[in-house]
């Protein structure tokens, strides 16, 4: 495995475009893919599972769903649901930092690092964080990373909190428009009832609870609707996380796919194209063909942004522009860990 | 108590021309009660909670808008003067401790609660808000802010995440990094950003994951937007004494194993419970070696179900006695021994100071074994608060300042408790910050390599060094002295 890292660094030193890469299961996601791909799969295997310390470690080129196996075989899950759009690595995911149905309620996948060991653009090895709850010596790099589209570092190893299987878990299906399904799942994430997941699409809101046996079944008398059965419910949960259900997966004809990040309790908007909302409202997805600088103006109208998630046109930058004194930290902070440009160039903005 | 180290010049240089220079330029920028320069006004603000270190800055700035933050900023940016936030100075390492020749910005002022959104379920704050202030404001709505520092009386949420504090219940709902979802925060320049949104996720780098827990080296936090939380309709706790600390653990380990996270998992050994009985009078086991508090909480039946398979478990793992709380006073009452350990232990000795490692959970029997070996070495008790569920690790050295060396032997004995976080796999510091206190200890953690990545992340925010310096992040020459001793990396 050292001669990896070793393949890795001297990949690096030659100062030379990186194009890193996994499983390759998000190239779609993020601006155009540029540089020589360095492939991370070599690098593989769990290196610590502590179940009764909720934590893993695993090289980054571990197949998530090796990982998510091993978690499974003493009934424990990656809570943020990563999705794997395909054959996932760990370290792609941690650098995608995409999550899954139960983010709003569980956490992102940010929330559940706990330490990286990465490859800066000179070469070096560096740990931040650690495989511990709680740790706040030095600033918190390895979160940082997760999300940052491979940008800052090549991610060598992680560490990730996991969380026991949930003990029971029901799936509730409801009628409702778009407004009054934003406003029932904000009413009910205020109230003490174990709520995992949420999804509006078509007029229907489907809710997923997870928790005590004894706090489901209180909560499905409480709250009414239409019980699904298990092995359904099972597999709709999967499908949207995985984005391979009709909504998702359907022909290309309807336009790109945008996404929108916005406070849950937002009004339904007005968007030229089909919408399926999670998150409790504050995830939502469009397909359509929409002006990108107007979509833009209403999401951050709302308190929001919007990014280019899937297809579509990436000339004009994929995620939402930033004002120029957080452009500033963000080039200080790519130039210190990456100062040649190696790695990912574009892929998060069209700047670095 | 007495001051060491960076001590306090108790002879201000009053006719400094810089500082005589720097108050007129604040003069003009802030009203004239928002500007403390008289030793007798700055003496309360020459320490933290860690009152082993004091110093007397030139100056206390205590502004009352965003433009006067702003300005303060923008005066000893221009003439290169150190500035130290300050909430309400409860931090333990040393973080708040002012610079010498430098500015503390006081952001007790900004003490208004800007909107409680129970729809959205969160709260809008200014800093200097008391952390306890927020889930009273909420309380109404059924809503509660969930970290729950043990000093959440006092301490103020700009505090809370500069530290990225925690508390009895964070092992379920999370430290301060996962409850706070924007921040206004004023830069070292003067320039202010909003890092964060009401949306669940900001495009670019997580900025929010660096300023949490930055201990006020990145920017002045000015506002706050926190998660509030379904306050459970129930919640009940057990408590379990154990004749050794390892069949202690084995039941926290246990529980885990079970699929359950409790809403709290607390650890106190036999020094610390006898403390804290004669402080609060909980009806602790006092001939336990260690008890453990086990909440449970949510709906009644979901409380019952858990409080009763755990109860199982801490008795299949040697619990020799079981109390469950009967009543909402009696749980309230169990919980206050633990919150009160601090002040508890503080009364059984003229002086203490509170160690923070976090270890993985296997080895605590090990550590704590250590722990009081080094006790006896060092000639000073020890007393161990423990939020079990997390691995973090609170060791209580008592001390007596007033005896000469003392003090120096209890930051020896602090440090090898550091050093040994970090052996067995840890970290220095859980939620305390690294502050001045365990600045040297960085070098045992991190290399040399890493810790210039921490300057660089800190000079992205803040170029010039001006924003609380000195702390947190060693420079080479605190490693290369520290390396003498032969424990830094
Ligand atoms: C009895 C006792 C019990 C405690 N229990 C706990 C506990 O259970 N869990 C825990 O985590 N901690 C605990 N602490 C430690 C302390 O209370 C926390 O670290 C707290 O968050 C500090 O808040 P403060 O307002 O007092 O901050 P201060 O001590 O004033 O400052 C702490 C740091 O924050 C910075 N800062 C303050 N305000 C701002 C701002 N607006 N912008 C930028 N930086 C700022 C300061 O520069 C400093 O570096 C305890 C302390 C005591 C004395």
Redesign the interface.
């Given at each position: 495995m050292s001669d990896r890292v070793e393949e890795f660094r001297s990949r690096i030193l030659e100062r030379k475009p990186l194009r890193l890469k996994g499983g390759g299961s998000k190239d779609f996601y993020g601006g155009p893919l540029r540089g020589e791909v360095l492939d991370t799969r070599g690098y593989s295997g769990i290196i610590g599972y502590?179940?009764?310390?909720?934590?893993i470690t695993a090289r980054a080129g571990t197949p998530l769903a090796e990982i998510e196996s091993a978690l499974a075989a003493r009934?424990q899950v990656l809570a943020c649901e990563p999705p794997h759009f395909g054959a996932a690595t760990i370290g792609g995911a941690v650098a995608a930092?995409l999550s899954g149905p139960r983010?709003?309620v569980a956490?992102?996948v940010?929330?559940y690092v706990l330490g990286v060991k990465l490859m800066?653009g000179e070469g070096?090895e560096?740990?931040?964080g650690?495989?511990?709850?709680?740790?706040?010596?030095?600033?918190?790099?390895s979160?940082?990373i997760?999300?940052?589209l491979g940008t800052?570092g090549l991610i060598l190893e992680v560490s990730l909190k996991v969380?026991?299987?949930p003990?029971a878990e029901a799936t509730l299906r409801f009628e409702l428009p778009q407004d009054r399904a934003l406003d029932a799942m904000?009413?009910w994430?205020?109230?003490?009832?174990?709520l995992a997941a949420t999804c509006w699409q078509g007029d229907v809101l489907t809710l997923r609870l997870c928790?005590?046996?004894?706090?489901i079944?209180?909560a499905c008398e409480k709250l009414g609707g239409e019980r699904v059965a298990d092995s359904e419910a099972a597999n709709f949960w999967a499908a949207l996380r995985e984005q391979s259900n009709a909504f998702f997966a359907g022909p290309d004809t309807r336009g790109p796919l945008w996404r929108l990040?916005?406070?849950?309790?937002t009004p339904p908007l007005e968007l030229p194209g089909p919408q399926l909302i999670e998150?409790g409202g504050?995830?939502r997805w469009l397909r359509g063909a929409v002006d990108a600088a107007s979509l833009r103006e209403i999401a951050a109208k709302a308190?929001?942004?919007a990014?280019l998630f899937r297809g579509g046109d990436k000339t004009g930058g994929v995620?939402?522009?930033?004002?120029p004194?957080?452009m500033e930290?963000?080039r200080?902070?790519k130039q210190?860990?990456d100062p040649y440009g190696v790695f990912n160039p574009g892929r998060?903005?069209p700047e670095f | 108590m007495m001051s060491h180290e960076n001590s306090a010049e108790t002879a201000q240089d009053v006719a400094n021309p810089d500082r005589q220079a720097l108050l007129a330029d604040l003069a003009r920028v802030l009203p004239a009660e928002a500007l403390l320069s008289a030793d007798e006004d700055l003496k309360p603000y020459e320490c933290d909670g860690l009152t082993a270190y004091s110093a007397l800055p030139w100056a206390v700035a205590l502004p009352q808008n965003d433009e006067q933050v702003v300005a303060v900023l923008k005066v000893c940016h221009a003439r290169q003067v150190p500035v130290v936030a300050r909430g309400a100075g409860t931090g333990l390492s040393g973080g708040a401790t002012p610079v010498v020749q430098g500015v503390v910005l006081s952001l007790a002022k900004f003490m208004r609660i800007l909107e409680i959104d129970p729809l959205a379920r969160l709260a809008r704050v200014q800093p200097g808000v008391r952390n306890v202030a927020i889930s009273e404001a909420a309380a109404p709505y059924g809503l509660y802010y969930a970290p729950d520092p043990s000093s959440q009386i006092a301490c103020t949420i700009g505090g809370n995440v500069a530290e990225n504090s925690g508390g009895v219940h964070c092992l379920k709902y999370g430290l301060t990094l996962h409850n706070v979802l924007r921040l206004k925060v004023a830069l070292m320049n003067g320039d202010v950003i909003e890092i964060g949104s009401h949306a669940l996720d900001d495009p670019g780098y997580d900025l929010l994951a660096l300023m949490i827990g930055s201990e006020g080296m990145l920017g002045v936090v000015l506002e706050a937007t926190v998660k509030l939380t379904p306050k459970p309709r129930t919640a009940q706790v057990v408590m379990a004494s154990f004749d050794s600390v390892i069949a202690a653990g084995d039941a926290v380990a246990a529980i885990i194993a079970a699929g359950i996270i409790p809403a709290g998992l607390e650890m106190m050994d036999k020094l610390a419970t006898a403390a804290v009985e004669d402080f609060v009078h909980a009806g602790y086991d006092l001939t336990a070696a260690a008890i453990l508090l086990a909440e449970s909480d949510g709906t009644a039946e979901e409380v019952a179900e858990e409080i009763a398979t755990m109860s199982v478990l801490l008795e299949q793992n040697g619990a020799r006695q079981l109390r469950i709380s009967q009543s909402e006073a009696e749980r309230l009452k169990y919980w206050a021994g633990r919150k009160a350990a601090f002040p508890a232990v503080g009364r059984i000795t003229p002086d203490y100071m509170c160690m923070d490692g976090t270890i993985p959970r296997k080895h605590l029997s090990h550590v704590l074994t250590r722990i009081a070996e080094l006790s006896a070495e060092f000639h000073l008790r020890c007393a161990n608060v423990f939020h079990a569920g997390d691995g973090n690790l609170h060791p209580l050295i008592m001390f007596d300042a007033r005896n000469p060396g003392e003090t120096e032997r209890a930051i020896a004995f602090g440090a090898k408790i550091l050093e040994l976080s970090v052996d067995v796999g840890g970290t220095i510091t859980g939620e305390h910050g690294v502050g001045i206190e365990k600045v040297k200890q960085m070098c045992v953690q991190f290399s040399r390599e890493e810790l210039d990545k921490f300057h660089a992340v800190k000079a992205a925010f803040d170029p010039l060094t001006l924003l609380n310096p000195g702390k947190a992040v060693p420079y080479p020459r605190h490693c290369s002295e520290y390396r003498l001793t032969g424990s830094a990396r």
């Amino acid at each position: 495995m050292s001669d990896r890292v070793e393949e890795f660094r001297s990949r690096i030193l030659e100062r030379k475009p990186l194009r890193l890469k996994g499983g390759g299961s998000k190239d779609f996601y993020g601006g155009p893919l540029r540089g020589e791909v360095l492939d991370t799969r070599g690098y593989s295997g769990i290196i610590g599972y502590e179940p009764t310390e909720l934590v893993i470690t695993a090289r980054a080129g571990t197949p998530l769903a090796e990982i998510e196996s091993a978690l499974a075989a003493r009934r424990q899950v990656l809570a943020c649901e990563p999705p794997h759009f395909g054959a996932a690595t760990i370290g792609g995911a941690v650098a995608a930092g995409l999550s899954g149905p139960r983010r709003a309620v569980a956490g992102s996948v940010r929330d559940y690092v706990l330490g990286v060991k990465l490859m800066d653009g000179e070469g070096r090895e560096l740990i931040f964080g650690g495989q511990v709850m709680k740790n706040v010596a030095g600033f918190d790099v390895s979160r940082l990373i997760a999300g940052s589209l491979g940008t800052l570092g090549l991610i060598l190893e992680v560490s990730l909190k996991v969380l026991p299987l949930p003990l029971a878990e029901a799936t509730l299906r409801f009628e409702l428009p778009q407004d009054r399904a934003l406003d029932a799942m904000n009413r009910w994430a205020g109230q003490p009832v174990p709520l995992a997941a949420t999804c509006w699409q078509g007029d229907v809101l489907t809710l997923r609870l997870c928790g005590a046996q004894a706090a489901i079944t209180a909560a499905c008398e409480k709250l009414g609707g239409e019980r699904v059965a298990d092995s359904e419910a099972a597999n709709f949960w999967a499908a949207l996380r995985e984005q391979s259900n009709a909504f998702f997966a359907g022909p290309d004809t309807r336009g790109p796919l945008w996404r929108l990040s916005l406070p849950s309790v937002t009004p339904p908007l007005e968007l030229p194209g089909p919408q399926l909302i999670e998150w409790g409202g504050a995830q939502r997805w469009l397909r359509g063909a929409v002006d990108a600088a107007s979509l833009r103006e209403i999401a951050a109208k709302a308190g929001g942004h919007a990014a280019l998630f899937r297809g579509g046109d990436k000339t004009g930058g994929v995620f939402a522009p930033l004002s120029p004194a957080l452009m500033e930290v963000h080039r200080r902070l790519k130039q210190s860990f990456d100062p040649y440009g190696v790695f990912n160039p574009g892929r998060l903005y069209p700047e670095f | 108590m007495m001051s060491h180290e960076n001590s306090a010049e108790t002879a201000q240089d009053v006719a400094n021309p810089d500082r005589q220079a720097l108050l007129a330029d604040l003069a003009r920028v802030l009203p004239a009660e928002a500007l403390l320069s008289a030793d007798e006004d700055l003496k309360p603000y020459e320490c933290d909670g860690l009152t082993a270190y004091s110093a007397l800055p030139w100056a206390v700035a205590l502004p009352q808008n965003d433009e006067q933050v702003v300005a303060v900023l923008k005066v000893c940016h221009a003439r290169q003067v150190p500035v130290v936030a300050r909430g309400a100075g409860t931090g333990l390492s040393g973080g708040a401790t002012p610079v010498v020749q430098g500015v503390v910005l006081s952001l007790a002022k900004f003490m208004r609660i800007l909107e409680i959104d129970p729809l959205a379920r969160l709260a809008r704050v200014q800093p200097g808000v008391r952390n306890v202030a927020i889930s009273e404001a909420a309380a109404p709505y059924g809503l509660y802010y969930a970290p729950d520092p043990s000093s959440q009386i006092a301490c103020t949420i700009g505090g809370n995440v500069a530290e990225n504090s925690g508390g009895v219940h964070c092992l379920k709902y999370g430290l301060t990094l996962h409850n706070v979802l924007r921040l206004k925060v004023a830069l070292m320049n003067g320039d202010v950003i909003e890092i964060g949104s009401h949306a669940l996720d900001d495009p670019g780098y997580d900025l929010l994951a660096l300023m949490i827990g930055s201990e006020g080296m990145l920017g002045v936090v000015l506002e706050a937007t926190v998660k509030l939380t379904p306050k459970p309709r129930t919640a009940q706790v057990v408590m379990a004494s154990f004749d050794s600390v390892i069949a202690a653990g084995d039941a926290v380990a246990a529980i885990i194993a079970a699929g359950i996270i409790p809403a709290g998992l607390e650890m106190m050994d036999k020094l610390a419970t006898a403390a804290v009985e004669d402080f609060v009078h909980a009806g602790y086991d006092l001939t336990a070696a260690a008890i453990l508090l086990a909440e449970s909480d949510g709906t009644a039946e979901e409380v019952a179900e858990e409080i009763a398979t755990m109860s199982v478990l801490l008795e299949q793992n040697g619990a020799r006695q079981l109390r469950i709380s009967q009543s909402e006073a009696e749980r309230l009452k169990y919980w206050a021994g633990r919150k009160a350990a601090f002040p508890a232990v503080g009364r059984i000795t003229p002086d203490y100071m509170c160690m923070d490692g976090t270890i993985p959970r296997k080895h605590l029997s090990h550590v704590l074994t250590r722990i009081a070996e080094l006790s006896a070495e060092f000639h000073l008790r020890c007393a161990n608060v423990f939020h079990a569920g997390d691995g973090n690790l609170h060791p209580l050295i008592m001390f007596d300042a007033r005896n000469p060396g003392e003090t120096e032997r209890a930051i020896a004995f602090g440090a090898k408790i550091l050093e040994l976080s970090v052996d067995v796999g840890g970290t220095i510091t859980g939620e305390h910050g690294v502050g001045i206190e365990k600045v040297k200890q960085m070098c045992v953690q991190f290399s040399r390599e890493e810790l210039d990545k921490f300057h660089a992340v800190k000079a992205a925010f803040d170029p010039l060094t001006l924003l609380n310096p000195g702390k947190a992040v060693p420079y080479p020459r605190h490693c290369s002295e520290y390396r003498l001793t032969g424990s830094a990396r």
